[in-house]
């Protein structure tokens, strides 16, 4: 099952009608979701009665316009909608826990205006049991292909595996992308050289077994000297899905989401894959 959580944004309603194509080519259910706080999910005759029925109606409304869309565009889909008990974040991540991917819009449910992501889609990135994708916009025209982040981290390979896998199902390519920074000093150019070498070799050698386990989705190997977030941010301008690990480069040990997926949330140019678990 995907899950997506819906606000009644553009964003919402982006991020709905994709999780519906997703849905549509894993050919699982589709589950349209939006939160509420504990008490206004409860009907009764309280001070605050009223209130909660009207937000409830509130809620029904958003999710009747997601599942408009959702129908319109893949009538033979499988979808069901739900109000949330509780505090947007805890009821999508609880509810993650039975989906294989999470989506939400990128400006999340209860998003701050002005700020690029939303601390709702900033939670659930960090916190889902499952995959998540946010949502902002769909380039109008994408190039078709994915972009990956890839470092030597152990967890490169939930990476790789998520990124080949949307690739071959949605018939695209990959391109394979590695951010190095080495301080190019006067004198130390050989030295510099080699680094790149290394780095480059690095790459082909992490891609080598999805290379033969999905012989036909086209690779593009691309080694750029430069900070990852700006690489990878101009590296997806145009692309249909850019795929990051929720531990990133050079993460601190403790932190929930590493600096570049952080950055990510923020910068992305596409839909953005911030691939949790293993495959």
């Known amino acids: 099952m995907i899950i997506v959580g819906v606000d009644g944004s553009r964003a919402g309603l982006e991020a709905a009608g994709w999780a519906a194509e997703e849905a549509a080519l894993r ?20 001070r605050y009665a009223e209130v909660g029925r009207w937000m409830r109606e509130g809620g029904k409304t958003v999710l009747a316009a997601a599942e408009d869309r959702v129908r319109r565009e893949h009538p033979k889909l499988a979808v069901e909608t739900a ?23 990128s400006h999340g449910m209860g998003g701050v205006r002005g700020m690029l992501v939303g601390s709702v889609a900033f939670g659930v990135a960090g916190h889902a049991e499952s995959d998540v994708v946010l949502v902002r916009e769909v380039p109008a025209s994408p190039r078709g292909e994915v972009v990956v982040g890839v470092d030597g981290a152990p967890t490169a390979s939930r990476v790789l595996d998520f990124a080949f896998t949307e690739a071959e199902l949605r018939g695209l390519s990959v391109r394979a992308v590695h951010a190095w920074s080495w ?5 130390f150019g050989s030295a510099g050289s080699e680094k790149e070498r290394d780095e480059v070799r690095m790459l082909k050698d992490r891609l080598a077994p999805y290379r033969e386990r999905h012989p036909g989705v086209p690779v593009v ?6 900070h990852p977030i ?50």
């Open 27 to 46: 050919d699982v259910p589709l589950k349209l979701v939006h939160a509420l706080p504990d008490w206004a999910c409860k009907e009764g005759a309280g």
């Open 83 to 105: 109000l949330l008990p509780g505090d947007p974040r805890a009821a999508l991540v609880d509810a993650s826990k039975d989906a294989e991917l999470t989506v939400i819009g």
């Open 183 to 187: 301080p190019r000093l006067v004198g």
């Open 221 to 226: 190997e691309e080694v750029v000297h430069g």
């Open 230 to 279: 700006g690489v990878l941010r101009q590296a997806a301008a145009g692309a249909d899905l850019l795929v990051v690990g929720s531990h990133g480069y050079g993460t601190l040990a403790g932190m929930v989401l590493g600096s570049v997926s952080q950055g990510m949330l923020h910068h992305s140019p596409c839909p953005l894959a911030v691939a949790r678990r293993d495959r």
